[in-house]
């Protein structure tokens, strides 16, 4: 499939139905926010349009329009940095081999978590902050240097070998 406004304007509407998504305007809007708020309900297609017509996103991406486009654009762009998908304007979406391990422990019966953390780890393992998607200022692998200020304190003598708590996992589990 390519990429268009049109396929963008689908994937925007299905993120508010199902309420992954919060535009201000529902928020603002009594009705709407009844049914943001409810288990049960959920928005008509009249109302998603409305939601979408009356939130428009004053934000501009490189290689994208202003507003819903580019607003796309910074939902999913993270996958791309780590290399899950490939997409541009107006050419195919490609999940790339590592996405499709995700999507497969993702829909294994139970949810294959090992595989899942596993190729996450991958991913962190290998990401630069400054690399040919995103360019910024700071130019660093954040894992890697993550692990380098562990070892740091592990081996410095003044900080009483430290090191990390185990509470302190969840930072590189994540």
């Given amino acids: 499939m390519r990429l268009t406004s049109d396929v963008i304007h689908r994937v925007v509407k299905n993120l508010i139905r199902e309420k992954e998504y919060t535009p201000l305007f529902v928020q603002r809007t009594s009705e709407l926010r009844a049914i943001w708020d409810s288990l049960d309900d959920s928005f ?4 998603l349009e409305l939601i ?9 991406e490189k290689g994208f329009d202003y507003g819903w486009d580019s607003r796309f654009d910074t939902w999913y762009k993270m996958l791309k940095e780590f290399g ?10 490609q999940i790339t081999s590592t996405g ?7 829909l294994e019966k139970p949810r294959n978590e090992r595989k ?5 780890l991958n991913a962190l ?7 040919p998607l995103r360019k910024t ?12 200020v562990i070892k740091y304190f592990h081996e410095d003598t003044a900080e009483n070998n430290v090191g990390l708590y185990r509470g302190e996992l969840p930072i590189l589990i994540c």
């Fill in 44 to 47: 008509t297609d009249e109302q």
């Fill in 52 to 60: 979408i017509t009356e939130s428009p996103q004053k934000h501009k």
């Fill in 84 to 93: 899950f998908v490939k997409y541009a304007m107006n050419e195919l979406i």
């Fill in 100 to 106: 499709h391990m995700i999507v497969d422990a993702y």
């Fill in 116 to 120: 899942l953390q596993t190729v996450f």
């Fill in 125 to 131: 393992m290998k990401y630069q902050t400054n690399n």
């Fill in 137 to 148: 200022l700071n130019d660093n692998a954040p894992l890697s240097l993550l692990l380098r």
